[in-house]
T-cell receptor
Framework: DAGVIQSPRHEVTEMGQEVTLRCKPI?????LFWYRQTMMRGLELLIY????????DSGMPEDRFSAKMPNASFSTLKIQPSEPRDSAVYFC????????????FGEGSWLTVV | RKEVEQDPGPFNVPEGATVAFNCTYS??????FFWYRQDCRKEPKLLMS???SGNEDGRFTAQLNRASQYISLLIRDSKLSDSATYLC?????????????FGTGTQLKVEL
C-alpha cells in the first residue's frame, strides 16, 4: 500500500522565493497534518485538516505560511516569501480515525532557504 | 514550559544494557500517549501506545504515571538496531479531537 507521499523531497531555494510543498495522504484517511521539524524546536504541528477542512492552524508561524486541502487526496503548504529561518524538514502525515491513535508520516520535504 | 519535555540525550549504552527514558507533559487533561521512533533522516514511526496499566511489547515496556504526569519507555537487552531518536507524543482532547504534540526526542546510541 502506498504511504503518505510528499514532494519535493529536497528543495534549496533563495530567500524571498515562494516554496510549495505537496502531500498526498493515504487513501481513505480523513485527517491530514503538517508538521515542521528542526533541531531547536523539535516536531511542531503547523495545521491539521479533517475532511479537507482546516481544524487547527494555531501552529502556523505567521502569514507567510498558508495551507490548503482542495480535495481528499491532495494538500499544499506554501511559504511566501521564504526566509532562512524556514529551513527545516516539513512532514505531512495522515490518520484514519478521530482518536488519531496512529499517525502515518510521509518521508518529509527537506527545505533549505539560503 | 513546553507542553511535552524530554531529555535530548544522547544516551550511549553498551549492547545488552537496559535503558529508560522519561517524558513529562504539562496538560493534566491529556488523553492518550505514545512513543514514536525516528531513525536518522527518516520520518517518525509509531513504536507503541502507552496504556494506563502499562504495556509491554517484546523488549519494550511503556508506563504512564498520571499523578506525576510522565510516561516512560524501558528498553531491555538493547540492540545496535535500537539506535534512534525516541519521541514521546501526547494527545489532548480538543474541540477538533485530534491534536498530537511531540517532545523533541531522546537520542539513543547503542554501542558494541
Amino acid at each position: 500500500d502506498a504511504g503518505v507521499i510528499q514532494s519535493p523531497r529536497h528543495e534549496v531555494t533563495e530567500m524571498g522565493q515562494e516554496v510549495t510543498l505537496r502531500c498526498k495522504p493515504i487513501s481513505g484517511h480523513d485527517y491530514l497534518f503538517w508538521y515542521r521539524q528542526t533541531m531547536m524546536r523539535g516536531l511542531e504541528l503547523l495545521i491539521y485538516f479533517n475532511n479537507n477542512v482546516p481544524i487547527d492552524d494555531s501552529g502556523m508561524p505567521e502569514d507567510r505560511f498558508s495551507a490548503k486541502m482542495p480535495n481528499a487526496s491532495f494538500s499544499t503548504l506554501k511559504i511566501q516569501p521564504s526566509e532562512p529561518r524556514d529551513s527545516a524538514v516539513y512532514f505531512c502525515a495522515s490518520s484514519s480515525d478521530r482518536l488519531a491513535n496512529t499517525i502515518y508520516f510521509g518521508e518529509g520535504s527537506w527545505l533549505t532557504v539560503v | 514550559r513546553k507542553e511535552v519535555e524530554q531529555d535530548p540525550g544522547p544516551f550511549n549504552v553498551p549492547e545488552g544494557a537496559t535503558v529508560a527514558f522519561n517524558c513529562t507533559y504539562s496538560n493534566s487533561a491529556s488523553q492518550s500517549f505514545f512513543w514514536y521512533r525516528q531513525d536518522c533522516r527518516k520520518e517518525p514511526k509509531l513504536l507503541m501506545s502507552v496504556y494506563s496499566s502499562g504495556n509491554e511489547d517484546g523488549r519494550f515496556t511503556a508506563q504512564l504515571n498520571r499523578a506525576s504526569q510522565y510516561i516512560s519507555l524501558l528498553i531491555r537487552d538493547s540492540k545496535l538496531s535500537d539506535s534512534a531518536t525516541y519521541l514521546c507524543a501526547v494527545k489532548e482532547l480538543t474541540g477538533g479531537g485530534n491534536k498530537l504534540t511531540f517532545g523533541t526526542g531522546t537520542q539513543l546510541k547503542v554501542e558494541l
